[in-house]
């Protein structure tokens, strides 16, 4: 798992290997203090995966740093 802390949020990222692909599946959860609450936003990277742990890791920190840089929008 990797953690980065980034414009005052935390960017947590695990990759996660697929047995049956050997492809690595990403997960990020961007969390942040709004008032004296602590609150999380997840998301999952795209179906068909990464081929290293290291391309899993770093596309799901570059997406947490660009959805706090691009002001948290709403997801659709």
């Given at each position: 798992?990797?953690?980065?802390?980034?414009?005052?949020?935390?960017?947590?990222?695990?990759?996660?290997?697929?047995?049956d692909t050997t492809r690595w599946n990403v997960?990020?959860?961007?969390?942040?203090?709004?008032?004296?609450?602590?609150?999380?936003?997840?998301?999952?990277?795209?179906?068909?995966?990464?081929?290293?742990?290291?391309?899993?890791?770093?596309?799901?920190?570059?997406?947490?740093?660009?959805?706090?840089?691009?002001?948290?929008p709403t997801r659709t």
């Amino acid at each position: 798992m990797q953690r980065k802390e980034h414009d005052g949020h935390i960017i947590e990222v695990t990759a996660t290997q697929n047995a049956d692909t050997t492809r690595w599946n990403v997960r990020v959860v961007v969390s942040w203090e709004q008032g004296t609450d602590l609150t999380f936003q997840p998301f999952d990277g795209p179906e068909e995966g990464f081929e290293t742990q290291t391309e899993a890791e770093a596309w799901g920190i570059a997406l947490g740093e660009k959805w706090i840089a691009d002001g948290k929008p709403t997801r659709t």
